[in-house]
C-alpha cells in the first residue's frame, strides 16, 4: 500500500472512528456524572458501579488513542487492529448497560477487554520496527490479557473494577514512557539527518560562494 493509501487510513480511524465512538460514550456518561454528583458518589448504588467502570474503559480509549495516533508508521494490518480495539472496547462499555435497568454483564466486559489486550500484543509486535522491543509493555499486555480472562471466569464487579484500575494505571505509565523514547528517538533521527543533508549542502554552497567572489 502507497504511503498516501496508509494515510487515508489513519486519517479514517482518527478523524471518524475514534471520534464517533468517543462522543457516544460522553453522551452516555455526561447525565449518569451529574445524577452522582447530585446524589453523592455511593460505591455500594450500581449506578456508581457502572460509572465507575465505564470511566475506566473511556481512560481506556483515549490512551489508546492518544499512543496510536503519535506512531508515524502506519499500514493495513495497524489499521484493522485498531478497528478491532475499537470495537471491542465499545463492546465493553455498552455491557456496563450504563443508565439501564440490567445488570453489569461481567463476563462480556472482561472478555472484551482481554480481547482488547490480546490486540495491544500484536499490534506492539507488528510495529516492534517503529518502536523497538518494549519487554515491559508486552509482560503488561499479556497479564492483562490473561487476568481479564481469569475476571471473565470469577464474575466480580468488584474485582473487574479493580483490574480496569490496575491496567489503566499501568497502560498510562508505560504507554507514556514508550511514548516519550519513541519522540526522542524521532527526535534525534531528524537531527541527524538534517546534519547530514547540511553536511552535502555545505561544499556546493561554499563552492557557490568562491564563484561569486572570482
Request: hydrophobic fraction near 55%; proline fraction near 3%.
Amino acid at each position: 500500500m502507497s504511503g498516501e493509501g496508509r494515510l487515508r487510513l489513519k486519517r479514517l480511524l482518527f478523524n471518524l472512528f475514534y471520534p464517533a465512538v468517543l462522543g457516544t460514550f460522553f453522551v452516555s456518561l455526561l447525565p449518569a456524572v451529574e445524577a452522582s454528583f447530585q446524589r453523592g458518589l455511593q460505591f455500594s448504588a450500581a449506578l456508581d458501579w457502572k460509572l465507575i467502570l465505564c470511566l475506566l474503559i473511556v481512560a481506556h480509549f483515549i490512551v489508546d488513542y492518544v499512543f496510536t495516533e503519535e506512531i508515524r508508521a502506519y499500514r493495513l494490518s495497524l489499521f484493522l487492529i485498531d478497528l478491532a480495539v475499537v470495537v471491542l472496547l465499545y463492546a465493553a462499555y455498552v455491557n456496563v448497560h450504563l443508565g439501564e435497568d440490567p445488570p453489569i454483564g461481567v463476563r462480556a466486559i472482561a472478555s472484551a477487554m482481554a480481547g482488547v489486550y490480546a490486540c495491544f500484543l500484536l499490534w506492539e509486535h507488528l510495529s516492534r520496527l517503529e518502536i523497538g522491543r518494549q519487554p515491559a509493555m508486552t509482560a503488561y499486555e499479556a497479564a492483562s490479557a490473561i487476568g481479564f480472562v481469569v475476571l471473565a471466569i470469577l464474575r466480580s464487579t468488584t474485582l473487574l473494577a479493580l483490574g480496569l484500575a490496575v491496567a489503566t494505571l499501568a497502560m498510562i505509565v508505560i504507554c507514556g514512557r514508550v511514548l516519550r523514547q519513541y519522540n526522542l528517538r524521532q527526535g534525534i533521527e531528524e537531527g541527524s539527518s538534517q546534519g547530514a543533508v547540511n553536511t552535502i549542502a555545505a561544499p556546493d554552497a561554499n563552492r557557490a560562494m568562491r564563484g561569486r567572489r572570482r
